[in-house]
């Protein structure tokens, strides 16, 4: 019965623990999404224009007249100027003056971002204090104590003899 005592107390004490498993890189995905408005103006400038006529005055009687046109040149936004006398008056309209138009828009920027945080563990090696080094050996020292003792105990009990 003793017997059977020891041997399981020297199994006992020759069972290893297991380490503990690595744990598997953790992984985190995260997306940003930046929503900006921004407001845009400008100033658009027209350029000036100018169209011109050349023509003929005729006087006939108490009144002057419009006899024939020898040019007529238009402009880029202008057509031709329009030419009328009335009373002894003449009215040109012909030109343009420099223009500015204020515009504004606003746009938007969508920008997504997808951000991913991988964490991977490490395993570090660490020295071992005096107090796991002083087990350790201690350890030893017993397992050496009981396989001997159980040795001896095996010779004495079979009355085996070299």
């Not at 995260?30 to 658009?44: A, F, G, K, L, P």
């Not at 997808?114 to 350790?136: A, D, H, M």
Request: hydrophobic share 40%; aromatic share 10%.
């Amino acid at each position: 019965m003793k017997s059977i005592y020891i041997i399981l107390f020297t199994l006992f004490c020759c069972i290893g623990c297991k380490s503990l498993a690595v744990p598997t890189p953790k992984t985190d995905t995260n997306t940003i999404t930046t929503i900006s408005e921004i407001e845009h103006d400008t100033v658009i400038k027209i350029g000036q224009d100018h169209s011109s006529y050349h023509g003929v005055l005729v006087s006939k009687g108490n009144k002057i007249i419009l006899k024939k046109s020898t040019k007529e040149s238009p402009g880029k936004y202008l057509s031709v100027p329009k030419v009328v006398i009335e009373n002894n008056t003449i009215k040109v309209d012909c030109e343009a003056k420099a223009q500015e138009l204020f515009a504004k828009w606003k746009s938007k920027h969508i920008k997504t971002e997808k951000q991913t945080t991988t964490t991977q563990y490490v395993k570090v090696p660490r020295e071992l204090n005096f107090f796991q080094k002083s087990q350790i050996w201690l350890g030893r020292i017993f397992l050496v104590l009981l396989l001997g003792f159980a040795g001896w105990g095996l010779l004495k009990f079979k009355n085996f003899t070299l």
